[in-house]
Antibody, heavy 125, light 107 residues
Framework: EVQLVESGGGLVKPGGSLRLSCAAS????????MNWVRQVPGKGLEWVSS???????????YYADSVKGRFTISRDNAKNSLYLQMNSLRAEDTAVYYC???????????????WGQGTLVTVSS | EIVLTQSPATLSLSPGERATLSCRAS??????LVWYQQKPGQAPRLLIY???NRATGIPARFSGSGSGTDFTLTISSLEPEDFAVYYC?????????FGGGTKVDIK
C-alpha cells in the first residue's frame, strides 16, 4: 500500500525556517517524481515544487515563483524521503503542505495519484 | 503562467442530478488537464488525467472531456459521496497550476 506521511510543520515566526519531511512507503520511491502542493485553509491548491526522477539518476527541480530562492526541495532515496527546506518564511506561506507522487515512474507526468495527509505550517509572530 | 478558471464557483444540485463543471485555460494545454476531488479534511483525490482518462478505482459516472483551452468534468448522476470541491490542474507547462475550484453542494 502506497503511503506518504508528512511531518515537520508547526508555528514559526516571520523570517524563520522550517524543514518538512515526507516519508514514503509501498512503492519504489527512487523511480517517481515527487511534489509539494500547499493549501491555505479554506482556499484552493497551489503547486510549490517538484523534483523529477529520471532513469539517468539526475533530478530536475522546479519551483513556483512565490517560493523560488527561499524553498529547497530535496530527496534521499536511501531513506525513501522527500524534503522541503523553507527559509525566510512569510505570513503568506501559512498553509497545509502536502507531498504528492507523480502517477507514472520516471519523467515529467505531474498528475498526482497519491497524497499525504498534509502538515500545517503557520507563520506568525 | 497558464491560468485556469473554473466555473461555476458553486453548483447546488440534488442527488441523482447531473453535474457539469467547467475549466478554461488561458492558453492551450493540449489534453494535459487533470481533475481532482477534495472532501473536507482530506487530501485531494485524483479523478481524471489527460482530460478524459479515469484514474484507478474512479466510478464510471465521472467523465472528462475537452482539449486546448476548454474542459468539462461531468458527473452523470450525483451520489451522496460526490458532494465535494473539484479542482482542475494543467500539467502541460511550468509552473503547474490549479484552478480555483468548484464546490458541488447539496441543494
Amino acid at each position: 500500500e502506497v503511503q506518504l506521511v508528512e511531518s515537520g510543520g508547526g508555528l514559526v515566526k516571520p523570517g524563520g525556517s522550517l524543514r518538512l519531511s515526507c516519508a514514503a512507503s509501498g512503492f519504489t520511491f527512487s523511480s517517481y517524481s515527487m511534489n509539494w502542493v500547499r493549501q491555505v485553509p479554506g482556499k484552493g491548491l497551489e503547486w510549490v515544487s517538484s523534483i523529477i526522477s529520471t532513469r539517468s539518476s539526475s533530478s530536475n527541480i522546479y519551483y513556483a515563483d512565490s517560493v523560488k530562492g527561499r524553498f529547497t526541495i530535496s530527496r534521499d532515496n536511501a531513506k525513501n524521503s522527500l524534503y522541503l527546506q523553507m527559509n525566510s518564511l512569510r505570513a503568506e506561506d501559512t498553509a497545509v503542505y502536502y507531498c504528492a507522487r507523480d502517477r507514472y515512474a520516471y519523467g515529467d507526468y505531474h498528475a498526482f495519484d497519491y497524497w499525504g495527509q498534509g502538515t500545517l505550517v503557520t507563520v506568525s509572530s | 503562467e497558464i491560468v485556469l478558471t473554473q466555473s461555476p464557483a458553486t453548483l447546488s444540485l440534488s442527488p441523482g442530478e447531473r453535474a457539469t463543471l467547467s475549466c478554461r485555460a488561458s492558453q492551450s494545454v493540449s489534453s494535459y488537464l487533470v481533475w481532482y476531488q477534495q472532501k473536507p479534511g482530506q487530501a485531494p483525490r485524483l479523478l481524471i488525467y489527460d482530460s478524459s482518462n479515469r484514474a484507478t478505482g474512479i466510478p464510471a459516472r465521472f467523465s472528462g472531456s475537452g482539449s486546448g483551452t476548454d474542459f468539462t468534468l461531468t458527473i452523470s448522476s450525483l451520489e451522496p459521496e460526490d458532494f465535494a470541491v473539484y479542482y482542475c490542474q494543467q500539467r502541460g507547462s511550468w509552473p503547474l497550476t490549479f484552478g480555483g475550484g468548484t464546490k458541488v453542494d447539496i441543494k
